[in-house]
């Protein structure tokens, strides 16, 4: 498993934290930034994640801002992208099972570092239910990629 992440500065901590549990799980990443907590866009993030996704190199992404809002409507802005906002192990579960989620955005500043972990497991041991395949074949639609 492969997984790309990327964050602005208001979720540069809680990257940070997903980024050694990542690697105290031998499970690969990238970082797509910011590096640091000096005050950078959202947007910037959420387009670099998404592009990285559809790239094919990655098995999803994480992205990361305050609420985890404006990153996650970034994301959502590059064609192929289905982002979704998770909050709890049963909103990262749905995210996969029914809408084939390839990126889950965390709010820094509304998730705890060990509920970030619950969740992005959760999110990792969940797989996408076939049966709900016409409904994201109309979001494709919807973005011009029928």
Same mark, same amino acid.
């Given at each position: ?9 208001? *979720? ?11 690697? @105290?799980?031998? +499970?690969?990443?990238?970082?797509? !930034? ?11 993030? *959420? ?11 990655? @098995?999803?992404? +994480?992205?990361?801002?305050?609420? !985890?809002i404006g990153i996650s409507i970034a994301a959502n802005k ?35 570092p060990e509920k970030a972990i619950s969740i992005i497991s ?25």
């Amino acid at each position: 498993m492969k997984i790309v992440i990327g964050s602005d500065h208001g *979720g540069y901590e809680l990257k940070e934290h997903i980024k050694r549990f990542l690697t @105290d799980e031998h +499970i690969s990443y990238d970082d797509m !930034g910011t590096h640091s907590k000096d005050s950078v866009d959202y947007p910037d993030f *959420g387009k670099k994640v998404g592009h990285a996704v559809n790239s094919g190199a990655y @098995d999803f992404g +994480i992205v990361i801002c305050g609420t !985890g809002i404006g990153i996650s409507i970034a994301a959502n802005k590059v064609k192929g992208i289905r982002a979704a906002l998770v909050y709890d192990e049963t909103t990262a579960r749905l995210a996969r099972e029914h809408n084939n989620a390839n990126i889950i955005a965390l709010g820094g500043r509304t998730t705890t570092p060990e509920k970030a972990i619950s969740i992005i497991s959760t999110f990792m041991n969940s797989t996408f239910e076939p049966r709900h395949q016409a409904r994201i074949d109309k979001i494709k639609t919807i973005e011009g990629n029928e």
